[in-house]
């Protein structure tokens, strides 16, 4: 079937707009993440949906970040106000349960603050 | 709070030559899961090879293996036979299997070149 998909694949914005990432998981898949990949760097966590429980905000860098999963499927991380050091690739990943299972990652968005 | 380290940020391999990544990670658990994942430029993360803590045998897959030593927390991924479609960033990963806390934590990657 079809994997994670993520809209847009490349984002060019200027300082202070906002802006919403789009992420599609796979179906019937009840986990969601969201990790942020800065330049040369490893995949920083973000926020994690497990079906209806509320998420795991933890990893959200500020309060300009949020992000909100709807109908238990499709999700939007929105940044407020964007800042430079907000550049990035933003990575969704989904997976059937929590535990060992694998995260299957979307190819991400791309997200350049000018 | 876990850590991972990956203290090589670029590695070279000879085509059909083998290749081993190094990855250390810090932890107070007892219980956890361990992965490689790759990452080539079209910026897909694959997952690689997995092995979880309470098994003792190495984890393999195909051409790819893994050293997993619990004791000394080291868990390195060995590549055989290396191919040119192998070249890409590999990320070290570690996940809890306690409660409901299931993040993956990264380190900070290698970068595998694979030569002719």
């Known amino acids: 079937g079809a994997g994670v998909s993520q809209s847009p694949s490349n984002k060019v914005t200027e300082k202070g707009k906002d802006v919403e990432l789009r992420c599609d998981p796979i179906?019937?898949?009840?986990?969601l993440y969201w990790y942020r990949q800065s330049l040369g760097q490893g995949l920083e966590f973000l926020i994690y949906?497990?079906?209806?429980?509320?998420?795991?905000k933890s990893g959200l860098p500020s309060d300009r970040f949020s992000a909100e999963r709807t109908g238990g499927s499709v999700s939007t991380l929105t940044i407020q106000r964007t800042q430079q050091e907000d550049s990035a690739v933003y990575l969704c990943?989904?997976?059937?349960?929590?535990?060992?299972?694998?995260?299957?990652f979307g190819p991400g968005t791309r997200l350049t603050v000018l | 709070a876990q850590t991972v380290t990956q203290s090589q940020p670029e590695m070279s391999v000879q085509e059909a030559e083998t290749v081993t990544l190094s990855c250390t990670y810090d932890?107070?658990?007892?219980?956890?899961?361990l992965f490689w994942y790759k990452q080539p430029p079209s910026r897909q993360m694959i997952l690689v090879i997995r092995?979880?803590?309470?098994?003792?045998q190495n984890a393999t897959e195909n051409r790819f293996s893994v050293n997993f030593q619990k004791a000394a927390k080291s868990f390195s991924l060995k590549i055989s036979d290396s191919q040119l479609g192998d070249a890409a960033m590999y990320f070290c990963?570690?996940?809890?299997?306690?409660?409901?806390?299931?993040?993956?934590?990264f380190g900070t990657g290698t970068r595998l070149q694979v030569t002719l």
């Open positions: 990963a570690y996940r809890s299997a306690i409660g409901t806390a299931s993040k993956l934590t």
């Open positions: 932890t107070s658990e007892s219980d956890y899961y």
């Open positions: 949906f497990q079906g209806n429980s509320a998420p795991d």
């Open positions: 179906s019937g898949h009840t986990a």
């Open positions: 990943a989904s997976s059937p349960q929590t535990g060992a299972n694998e995260q299957f």
């Open positions: 092995q979880e803590a309470y098994k003792q």
